[in-house]
């Protein structure tokens, strides 16, 4: 999904909750927006039309995570 990476990756990236696809929608949605992507409250109110919206919500996921070696004990 286009939009949750450019959100992850570069307008959220100082965020400490990753964008997360909740929506069930399985396919492609063709959709445009002309929001400020690094500003939830502007984000939310543009996916308002479509009945979408970011909330914070605990949720289990698969992600990769890159550590420092000094902070690594094996």
Do not use: C, W
């Amino acid at each position: 999904n286009v939009l949750l990476a450019h959100l992850n990756l570069i307008y959220l990236q100082s965020s400490k909750y990753p964008v997360v696809n909740d929506t069930g929608i399985k396919g492609n949605v063709d959709i445009s927006i002309e929001v400020n992507l690094s500003d939830v409250q502007s984000i939310n109110n543009a996916l308002a039309p479509f009945n979408l919206k970011l909330i914070e919500k605990e949720v289990v996921t698969e992600m990769i995570v890159i550590r420092d070696n000094e902070k690594v004990k094996i």
